[in-house]
Every structure is written in structure tokens, then in C-alpha cells.
């Protein structure tokens, strides 16, 4: 009998889809930054861009990533519109669970 893995195939889906947008978010908001103190605009990341991936799915990195390396940090549309976006992925997640579209998580919350 095959093993089962200890979390469900749609979750692991959605966890490597996260992870990679994640990272993608962390490596282009560093960049930006890297290219921000060398006042190149021409090379600078659109900020359409990083509204963009953040709504993807990097939306926790991208807060995070700026707040480390304090980039973006005096911008209201930024320090405010990426933490409800990803309130509104939480969402998401929460409503898909509870219309049952999303399998539970462990086999504990069944």
C-alpha cells in the first residue's frame, strides 16, 4: 500500500508555488535597491512590478525583504497596500478551506 504524504498534494502545490514567487520577490526587491543607490532609473524596477509579484504570491517576502534592507519603507502605497495584499491571499486560502476546495492541511483538522 503506497504512503500517503503527511500533507496534502494541493497544499504542497500551493507551499512550492509561495516558496518560488518568494524568492523571486526577495531577489528583484534587492536588486531595485542595489540599483536605487547607484540612481540609475533607466535599470529601476517599476513599482507596477513590485505591486505585481506581490499579488502573485510574494507579497509576505516582499514586506519583509523591505523592511530589512529599508527599502521602500517611506512609500504609504507600499507599507500599506503589500500587507493587505497579503491579507487578501490569506483570505483566499481560508475561503477556498472552508468551501471545502482546499483539502485539510493535516489529517488532525479533518
Known amino acids: 500500500m503506497p504512503e500517503t504524504l503527511p500533507i496534502p498534494l494541493p497544499?504542497?502545490?500551493?507551499?512550492?508555488?509561495?516558496?518560488?514567487?518568494?524568492?523571486?520577490?526577495?531577489?528583484?526587491c534587492i536588486y531595485d535597491k542595489k540599483i536605487s543607490k547607484k540612481n540609475n532609473v533607466k535599470l529601476r524596477v517599476p513599482e507596477k512590478t513590485l505591486?505585481?509579484?506581490?499579488?502573485?504570491?510574494?507579497?509576505?517576502?516582499?514586506?519583509?525583504?523591505?523592511?530589512?534592507?529599508?527599502?521602500?519603507t517611506k512609500h504609504p502605497s507600499f507599507m500599506i497596500g503589500i500587507p493587505v495584499i497579503f491579507i487578501l491571499h490569506v483570505?483566499?486560502?481560508?475561503?477556498?478551506?472552508?468551501?471545502?476546495?482546499?483539502?485539510?492541511?493535516?489529517?488532525l483538522l479533518k
Not at 505585481?52 to 529599508?70: D, N, P, V, Y
Not at 483570505?91 to 489529517?107: C, E, H, K, Q, T
Open 11 to 28: 497544499w504542497l502545490i500551493l507551499l512550492g508555488y509561495i516558496l518560488l514567487m518568494s524568492l523571486i520577490s526577495i531577489i528583484v
Open 51 to 72: 505591486f505585481i509579484l506581490s499579488a502573485l504570491g510574494g507579497a509576505l517576502a516582499m514586506f519583509i525583504t523591505m523592511q530589512l534592507i529599508r527599502h521602500k
Open 91 to 107: 483570505a483566499l486560502i481560508v475561503g477556498l478551506r472552508y468551501l471545502d476546495l482546499l483539502p485539510p492541511l493535516f489529517s
